[in-house]
């Protein structure tokens, strides 16, 4: 044990004398990799068990969200993916074909929307439905289950520009967007919705003018069926990931998330696909004889 014990500080001796301290010091179990400047501490096992989230929420004033949102003007999805393409993000943002729009206005295309993501995910409900009551008692339930279970805390920040993207429970036959609340989220700045779930009031939505892209039709209230879990934190909708503040890009041909950090460059390209794509289709609308249109203004 004890020449075991003066080969170590002989070896440590040596590293030493030619430079190698770090190298030294882990020889002797006695030194640990400093953190790279900047770097997060390592959670505890406690703030693991109390929860954690590792992506941090970036935070974008009102003016740098228009000046994206003005590179965006007129784009449409299939623009957007080619200049996704040429920043290296082929195939990278395109929600499911699943997730599509609640309806369609093919003359002037108010049904497309580009916006700025907030984001919401709300989470099937594990507490018992309500008992059969009278109308005060149930209205009481209904009453309290919204304002402290299943509320829409994100409502604040909602802005000129904002697009909504809500990751729901998508089994549960739940309606959180209807014609009534989308028109106030519309009223505060909202350009248009995008949920992995369900909307109720489909026609009434549709005769309103709100953009929705939703997977399916739902019919039930929140209450009872659905509770929020968290408000502006990276979600999950159509097989994508959505982090507040990315740019949402949807038309006819479906949902496109192109995160901040490329949207730039993403959209500078878009713009000269667009451009081509619309003076060359002005040259067939010229030959064919066809009235210029909103599609290639």
Known sequence: MQTANKTARATVAFLISVGLLGIALLAVGTYSQPAAAGQAAEPTVEQLRAGKNFIAT????????????????????????????????????????????AWKDTTHYA??????????????????????????????????????????????????????????APDSDVGSIGSNNIMGWKLR?????????????????????????????????R???????????????????VEPGDVIVADGDGVIVVPRA?????????????DSDKAGRRQLYKKLGLPVDDSVR
């Open 58 to 101: 970036k935070v974008y004033d009102t003016e740098d969200d228009q000046r994206i949102l003005k590179l965006f003007e007129g784009l449409r999805v299939a623009d957007v993916s080619d200049g996704m393409d040429k920043v290296g993000l082929a195939n990278i943002g395109l929600m499911s074909p699943q997730i599509h729009a």
């Open 111 to 168: 049904h497309r929307f580009i916006g700025i993501a907030v984001t919401a995910r709300y989470v099937p409900t594990n507490r018992p439905p309500a008992r059969n009551m009278d109308t005060e008692a149930f209205d009481r339930w209904v009453g309290n289950w919204y304002s402290k279970l299943s509320s829409e805390p994100f409502v604040p920040l909602i802005r000129k520009g904002t697009a909504l993207v809500i990751d729901d």
């Open 189 to 221: 700045g909202c350009v248009g919705v995008v949920t992995n779930s369900t909307a109720r009031d489909t026609d009434e939505i549709a005769t309103e003018k709100v953009p929705l892209y939703f997977r399916k039709v739902g019919r039930g209230i």
């Open 223 to 241: 209450p009872g069926r659905n509770e929020i879990e968290s408000v502006n934190r990276p979600i999950v909708c159509g097989g994508v990931l």
């Open 262 to 274: 490329q949207a730039r460059q993403v959209a500078e390209y878009a713009q000269a696909t667009i």
